[in-house]
């Protein structure tokens, strides 16, 4: 009996080991185009708003994907899901790699898409249904690392494959995932899941429609979109009330403290993107650095959160999540609030600066997966943190959005941080001001309206 509950423990630790360098893969892979796109503009002689579909169609896609695919994991077993995301993904990488013309590019990067948004979803639901509450924090630090590792190789990855060969073997890079699947397949355990019951087609289909027209709304700034988002979404809600087994159960709205925590996660996401977003455009646009450099000034920061990674998944399975998460708060408030003063400074102060935004990025990320995850019942483990992934991407989008629309009119603000060194980064300061205080205001929601639930279940 001893020697197979260690040889069961093995295996779990080489799955999670796994599913870390998958998701190192996955988040490289999101992140990487985006330094491509000046490269393929210029190749296929694109409008920036044409080039711009090279993200917005993966973000659309891999947003509807995590919640499906959330869905389906209640169903069937991850493995199953595994083989299919990444064989897809695997698909849509040689497509990429072949494409010849814009079109081609973009379906490779849709089914880049449909296979790659199995991963953040699984990476939520692994340590949920294999981890207890006093040792699922640990895991739930590693993913987050590996994704903190992701986000920091990204960018300088790309700068290296740009410069020296060409756009296109970016997708021979995301062909890595690939060496992860038999791995997957050995070390998942098989599950008995719920098979009885069909799938609620039609309730997919009306989330997949109000999904894609709001990120459209969203990163098109169209009113059209937006009312064929709202026309859909009034289709999702009749369908959830009216269906006999709905796509997904009223109850888990219902669910107070999975809402709430749905909506703070979306939140300090959205708040995260200020970092892989808004920081390379200051370093380029006020310190004239080139894309590569600016990466290299940001890695040390992404690589020192990812080594914490670890370390705070611990500290939230020993003292309780809501310890984390002020930890993660205070370090997001030291991290944006200085940048709003330091913002145009020297590079090196920068750099220095993130350490703290970072850190609090993906400790707050360890701590409400761990806490949302506690708020849930087996049966909605799946579809529940599939709509955590998926609120979290949409909260992504729109924060950018507003982001780029902020710097678009930055002649036009006043100054909101009296402190500020510089007036060449007024605009970033501003921002980095406003995201400050939704800091502020997420502390105090959090402190009176969770901190209760998260010391109880954390």
Same mark, same amino acid.
């Given at each position: ?20 360098? @998958? ?17 393929i503009t210029k190749e296929f002689k694109l409008l920036p708003t044409e080039a711009g579909?090279?993200?917005?169609? $993966? ?9 499906? $695919? ?29 494409? /010849? ?141 009216? @269906? ?32 892989? $977003? ?132 930055? /002649? ?40 209760? $639930? ?5």
């Amino acid at each position: 009996m001893v020697v197979t509950a260690q040889k069961e423990k093995q295996s779990i630790d080489r799955l999670v080991t796994v599913l870390v360098f @998958a998701l190192i893969i996955s988040v490289m892979n999101s992140t990487m185009f985006n330094i491509a796109i000046p490269s393929i503009t210029k190749e296929f002689k694109l409008l920036p708003t044409e080039a711009g579909w090279i993200v917005t169609a $993966y973000i659309i896609i891999y947003a509807i994907g995590s919640v499906i $695919y959330g869905k389906l994991a209640d169903k069937f077993m991850l493995k199953t899901l595994l083989t299919f995301g990444l064989l897809t993904f695997a698909a849509g990488s040689i497509l990429g790699f072949t494409a /010849s013309s814009f079109p081609l590019l973009v379906a490779g990067r849709c089914l880049q898409a449909m296979g790659a948004s199995v991963m953040p979803t699984v990476s939520m639901i692994i340590p949920t249904r294999y981890f207890n509450n006093e040792t699922r924090g640990r895991v739930l630090g590693l993913t987050s690392a590996g994704m903190a590792l992701g986000t920091a190789i990204g960018p300088i990855a790309a700068g290296f494959v740009t410069s020296f060969f060409n756009w296109h073997y970016l997708f021979v890079v995301s062909l890595l995932s690939l060496v992860t699947l038999p791995f997957f397949r050995k070390y998942l355990q098989e599950e008995k899941q719920h098979q009885d019951g069909k799938i609620d087609l039609f309730g997919a289909a009306f989330l997949a429609g109000t999904l894609a027209f709001l990120l459209l709304a969203i990163t098109q700034s169209s009113i059209w979109f937006a009312a064929l988002c709202g026309l859909f979404s009034g289709l999702f809600i009749w369908r959830i009330l009216k @269906a006999r087994d709905p796509f997904v159960q009223i109850s888990l709205f219902k669910n107070k403290q999975f809402s709430l925590g749905i909506v703070i996660s979306g939140i300090c996401s959205g708040i995260g993107f200020g970092i892989p $977003y808004l920081t390379p455009l200051l370093l380029q646009d006020v310190n004239g650095l080139s894309p590569i450099l600016s990466g290299l000034y940001m890695f040390p920061s992404a690589m020192l959160a990812a080594c914490l990674g670890r370390s705070g998944g611990k500290l939230a399975d020993l003292k309780g999540n809501h310890v984390l998460t002020y930890i993660a708060l205070l370090s997001f408030f030291v991290g944006y609030s200085i940048l709003s003063i330091v913002a145009g400074l020297s590079p090196f102060i920068i750099m220095f600066v993130l350490m703290f935004a970072c850190i609090g990025q993906t400790f707050m990320q360890i701590s409400l997966s761990n806490t949302v995850s506690s708020t849930l019942i087996k049966a909605d483990v799946g579809v529940g943190m599939g709509i955590l992934m998926m609120t979290n991407f949409i909260s992504g989008a729109l924060f950018t959005t507003l982001m780029s629309k902020a710097l678009e009119k930055g /002649s036009l603000m006043v100054q909101l941080n009296p402190l500020l060194q510089t007036q060449d980064s007024l605009t970033y300061s501003n921002i980095y001001t406003v995201l400050t205080i939704l800091i502020i205001i997420v502390t105090a929601t959090y402190h009176f309206r969770f901190k209760s $639930y998260s010391t109880v279940h954390g």
